[in-house]
């Protein structure tokens, strides 16, 4: 199982190294003034994060990510003490949810959770527990995507002016629109997490189909 953690932490990072250069190389529409050349780029920045909390962007979407799995798939981890994809899309929402709602807007956190959805994000993972907690994968599905519909929501009240600003509960005073990339940024790298689980189930079962039966091997 050591080596199987350490496979996976291996792919993990490959996995990120990936996804960072894509994002970087990526042609965010965002108003830049380029060098001396004084050229500028005018954009909607609504339209920007509306793009970049999923309507447009490729990595912003983990319920796109993990459409078609089956309820086994969703719970499987390569150990028990891995989270599992739907680990992932929950604590996508928990955070985008905390960040928005109770950094940006000033809810207080314990309005917003209910005690059970801590698991996402101050508890240590077990499998067992957490399915335990969660039996139904809707129940989670479900609020990720009225979080992320909430989200869009707060963009499309924000005016250019607002994205500069720096809410009073806003973590380490960070502005509204550094909040939301962060964010972005969060959900991307979670993403890259949750490809990387489905890459190894594919590897689990190709190994398995590609392992000697053992009747063939002449066992009895």
Same mark, same amino acid.
């Given at each position: 199982?050591?080596?199987?953690?350490?496979?996976?932490?291996? &792919?993990?990072? +490959? &996995?990120? $190294?990936?996804?960072?250069?894509r994002?970087? +190389?990526?042609?965010?529409?965002?108003?830049?003034?380029?060098?001396?050349?004084?050229? =500028?780029?005018?954009?909607?920045?609504?339209? $920007?994060f @509306?793009? $970049?909390?999923?309507?447009?962007?490729w990595? $912003? /979407?983990?319920?796109?990510?993990?459409k078609?799995?089956?309820?086994?798939?969703?719970?499987?981890?390569?150990?028990?003490?891995?989270?599992?994809?739907?680990?992932?899309?929950g604590?996508?929402? #928990?955070?985008?949810?905390?960040?928005?709602?109770? !950094?940006?807007?000033?809810?207080?956190?314990?309005e917003?959770?209910?005690?059970?959805?801590?698991?996402?994000?101050?508890?240590?993972? =077990?499998?067992?527990?957490?399915?335990?907690?969660?039996?139904?994968p809707?129940?989670?599905?479900?609020?990720?995507?009225?979080?992320?519909?909430? +989200?869009?929501?707060?963009?499309?009240?924000?005016?250019?002016? /607002?994205?500069?600003?720096?809410p009073?509960?806003?973590?380490?005073?960070?502005?509204?629109?550094?909040?939301?990339?962060?964010?972005?940024? @969060?959900?991307?790298? #979670?993403?890259?997490?949750?490809?990387?689980?489905?890459?190894? !189930?594919?590897?689990?079962?190709? =190994?398995? =189909?590609?392992?000697? /039966?053992?009747?063939?091997?002449?066992?009895?």
């Amino acid at each position: 199982m050591r080596g199987r953690s350490r496979c996976y932490e291996l &792919l993990e990072r +490959s &996995l990120i $190294a990936e996804r960072f250069e894509r994002l970087v +190389s990526e042609r965010m529409q965002l108003r830049r003034t380029f060098g001396s050349e004084g050229i =500028e780029m005018d954009i909607d920045l609504n339209d $920007a994060f @509306h793009w $970049a909390f999923g309507r447009g962007f490729w990595y $912003a /979407d983990p319920l796109t990510e993990v459409k078609g799995l089956s309820e086994e798939q969703l719970y499987w981890s390569p150990a028990p003490d891995i989270q599992c994809v739907l680990w992932h899309v929950g604590h996508i929402g #928990h955070r985008e949810c905390y960040h928005i709602q109770c !950094m940006l807007k000033g809810r207080d956190e314990k309005e917003v959770f209910p005690d059970k959805w801590g698991i996402f994000f101050d508890c240590p993972y =077990e499998a067992v527990r957490f399915r335990d907690t969660f039996p139904d994968p809707g129940e989670i599905t479900d609020w990720v995507r009225s979080v992320r519909a909430s +989200s869009h929501e707060f963009i499309c009240e924000l005016k250019s002016t /607002d994205y500069n600003s720096v809410p009073r509960s806003s973590f380490e005073g960070g502005s509204i629109a550094r909040v939301l990339m962060q964010t972005v940024g @969060h959900t991307g790298l #979670h993403i890259g997490r949750i490809q990387l689980l489905r890459r190894l !189930m594919r590897n689990e079962k190709a =190994e398995q =189909e590609d392992a000697p /039966d053992s009747k063939a091997a002449g066992d009895p």
